[in-house]
């Protein structure tokens, strides 16, 4: 077959198995699932109230005609990039592709329909909820690493150097319940061979590849379950009420004073490995 053909047949394969799977593997997330989510991430990683990780990826393509460096990043190649919410069983949950490569991060969070459907209150969000074991309320949370900012739903670690110890405690603890969105991405890249060089195609079919190959993983974790190499754990939970931060002058919805809340409960809940 022409090369042209088998450029339409890979189009439209594509685009039908994001149509097909998409609403089978990956639905948009209702409250209900996202308090599932939650239950698992303090099951299997020990933190609570959380919805999912999330992390950008650069998809490396070639460089779109009269794109100038819209798409060239600071890894010094053309690329789209793969915004990724991930559950804790390395499911993609919310995804946006189709970002510019010179974005960071951090822009491509603030132009992606994720970002507008959480500054609305209109992502399904739970209501907020008591940390296990204590009578503090807070809110379900996003966790970002430091180029997000920090919101209301979206923890991000203390910043600086020579942080305190029960600062230190949470970067920790943060970091290691983030690892699932690496570990996602890390299986996307072995598992679809079409990663390991740029895609040859338009931005619009890159994206498309990039949606299909995600809603695809979720489709084997779910018919094959995944695997997790991690040493087994013991949770120790506070036997007394927390301890509440200083901060009472503040407002409910201040996102420091929600990262400070959680920072109290983590350092108060310590975890013992086996």
Same mark, same amino acid.
């Given at each position: 077959?022409?090369?042209?053909?088998?450029?339409?047949?890979?189009?439209?394969?594509?685009?039908?198995?994001?149509?097909?799977?998409?609403?089978?593997?990956?639905?948009?997330?209702?409250?209900?699932?996202?308090?599932?989510?939650?239950?698992?991430?303090?099951?299997?990683?020990?933190?609570?109230?959380?919805?999912?990780?999330?992390?950008?990826?650069?998809?490396? $393509?070639?460089?779109?005609?009269?794109?100038?460096?819209?798409?060239?990043?600071?890894?010094?190649?053309?690329?789209?990039?793969?915004?990724?919410?991930?559950?804790?069983?390395?499911?993609?949950?919310?995804?946006?592709?189709?970002?510019?490569?010179?974005?960071?991060?951090?822009?491509?969070?603030?132009?992606?329909?994720?970002?507008?459907?959480?500054?609305?209150?209109?992502?399904?969000?739970?209501?907020?909820?008591?940390?296990?074991?204590?009578?503090?309320?807070?809110?379900?949370?996003?966790?970002?690493?430091?180029?997000?900012?920090?919101?209301?739903?979206?923890?991000?670690?203390?910043?600086?150097?020579?942080?305190?110890?029960?600062?230190?405690?949470?970067?920790?603890?943060?970091?290691?319940?983030?690892?699932?969105?690496?570990?996602?991405?890390?299986?996307?890249?072995?598992?679809?061979? $079409?990663?390991?060089?740029?895609?040859?195609?338009?931005?619009?079919?890159?994206?498309?590849?990039?949606?299909?190959?995600?809603?695809?993983?979720?489709?084997?974790?779910?018919?094959?379950?995944?695997?997790?190499?991690?040493?087994?754990?013991?949770?120790?939970?506070?036997?007394?009420?927390?301890?509440?931060?200083?901060?009472?002058?503040?407002?409910?919805?201040?996102?420091?004073?929600?990262?400070?809340?959680?920072?109290?409960?983590?350092?108060?809940?310590?975890?013992?490995?086996?």
């Amino acid at each position: 077959m022409g090369s042209s053909t088998v450029g339409l047949i890979v189009k439209e394969t594509v685009e039908i198995l994001w149509k097909i799977l998409q609403p089978l593997h990956m639905p948009v997330p209702t409250s209900d699932t996202f308090r599932k989510i939650a239950e698992e991430y303090f099951n299997v990683w020990n933190f609570p109230n959380c919805l999912g990780a999330i992390d950008g990826k650069h998809i490396r $393509i070639n460089c779109p005609a009269h794109s100038g460096t819209m798409y060239f990043n600071y890894k010094h190649f053309y690329s789209i990039v793969l915004q990724a919410v991930v559950d804790a069983n390395y499911r993609f949950t919310i995804i946006d592709v189709g970002g510019y490569g010179k974005q960071s991060d951090g822009g491509t969070f603030r132009s992606s329909d994720m970002y507008k459907l959480l500054k609305n209150k209109q992502l399904n969000i739970p209501l907020n909820e008591y940390l296990p074991s204590t009578n503090t309320l807070v809110p379900f949370v996003f966790m970002g690493d430091e180029a997000y900012p920090l919101l209301e739903n979206l923890l991000k670690p203390y910043s600086g150097e020579n942080l305190e110890k029960d600062s230190e405690c949470f970067n920790k603890r943060l970091s290691r319940a983030r690892k699932t969105v690496e570990c996602a991405f890390g299986i996307l890249y072995s598992k679809w061979r $079409i990663f390991s060089k740029a895609i040859e195609t338009t931005e619009r079919t890159a994206d498309n590849i990039v949606k299909a190959c995600c809603v695809l993983q979720n489709m084997v974790i779910d018919k094959e379950g995944v695997q997790r190499h991690l040493k087994d754990i013991v949770f120790f939970p506070a036997e007394m009420a927390m301890q509440r931060p200083q901060h009472s002058g503040r407002t409910a919805d201040n996102a420091k004073l929600k990262r400070d809340t959680f920072k109290i409960y983590i350092c108060n809940n310590e975890i013992g490995y086996l």
